[in-house]
Nanobody, 122 residues
Framework: VQLQASGGGLVQAGDSLRLSCAASGRTFSSYTMAWFRQAPGREREFVAVIVWSGGSTSYADSVKGRFTISRDNAKNTVYLQMNSLKPEDTAVYYC????????????????WGQGTLVTVSS
């Protein structure tokens, strides 16, 4: 599986952005998909995850109620809708795919996209 993240940019606090992650490979629908982020000088951290069917999602407490993860298996794409953005959301956002993962554990995910930068100004 190859992943290509897009949709990052420079926005102001309170704005919204939607990130996309396009996947190649016929087995996309069988993978758990997640978004992680990494701010400068910090470790990569879990943001959100969605299971293969889209029926179950989970979020980091820091984004709960503001971010929504979704997937379209017909388009091999996972999305992260980010609303009410804050300066502390500034980071490179990565999409990841895996199976039998512990949802917030980075090394459980076998496939990673290249990352897309989100910068939120105050």
């Amino acid at each position: 599986v190859q992943l290509q993240a897009s949709g990052g940019g420079l926005v102001q606090a309170g704005d919204s952005l939607r990130l996309s992650c396009a996947a190649s490979g016929r087995t996309f629908s069988s993978y758990t998909m997640a978004w992680f982020r990494q701010a400068p000088g910090r470790e990569r951290e879990f943001v959100a995850v969605i299971v293969w069917s889209g029926g179950s999602t989970s979020y980091a407490d820091s984004v709960k109620g503001r971010f929504t993860i979704s997937r379209d298996n017909a388009k091999n794409t996972v999305y992260l809708q980010m609303n009410s953005l804050k300066p502390e959301d500034t980071a490179v956002y990565y999409c990841a795919a895996g199976s039998r993962v512990r949802i917030s554990v980075t090394w459980d995910y076998a496939y990673w996209g290249q990352g897309t930068l989100v910068t939120v100004s105050s």
